[in-house]
């Protein structure tokens, strides 16, 4: 399981488990599993996807980045 947290500058968007997240990275889009390598990447506009126990939930992003660092995947975004 990954814990995420999604921040933006005006409130707490979301946190919790999840089973995978899928983010617009400036590279291109890349999906986020349990034990994924550590990593910092900057976000642009688009869709931000994560599935919670076979739910998937969408979030509309303007831009951010992404930590990802022992199962903790943390996103600070401008919604």
Not at 52 to 78: A, P, R
Request: glycine share 8%.
């Amino acid at each position: 399981m990954l814990t995420l947290r999604i921040v933006s500058p005006e409130r707490i968007v979301f946190t919790g488990e999840v089973d995978s997240v899928l983010v617009p990275g400036t590279m291109g889009q890349f999906e986020i599993l349990n034990n994924h390598a550590p990593i910092i990447s900057t976000l642009v506009e688009g869709k931000v996807a994560y599935s919670v126990k076979g739910d998937t939930k969408e979030l509309h992003i303007v831009g951010g980045f992404v930590e990802v660092k022992k199962n903790l995947v943390s996103l600070c975004v401008e919604v």
